[in-house]
C-alpha cells in the first residue's frame, strides 16, 4: 500500500493506494473528518491485478513457477 499526504492551516488530505483503487481522506483542522471516498483507479473492464490476470489464462501447471 501506498500513500501520500499533505497538510496546512486549514486541513490535510491523504491518501492509500490498494489494487485498482485509492481511498482520499480529507480532514478539518481540528480533526474533524470531512471525506472518505473510494476513488476507482482502473477502468471497467480492465484487470485490477495485471500479474494475476496473465496468469489466469494459462494451465496450471504453466501458470505456477516451479521451484
Not at 496546512?8 to 488530505?13: A, D, Q, V, Y
Amino acid at each position: 500500500m501506498i500513500g501520500n499526504s499533505t497538510s496546512n492551516n486549514s486541513g490535510s488530505i491523504e491518501y492509500r493506494n490498494h489494487d485498482g483503487w485509492a481511498v482520499l481522506v480529507t480532514m478539518a483542522r481540528e480533526g474533524t473528518l470531512l471525506d472518505r471516498p473510494r476513488v476507482e483507479l482502473v477502468g471497467e473492464g480492465l484487470p485490477k491485478l495485471l500479474h494475476h490476470n496473465e496468469g489466469q489464462a494459462l494451465p496450471l501447471d504453466e501458470a505456477v513457477p516451479e521451484g
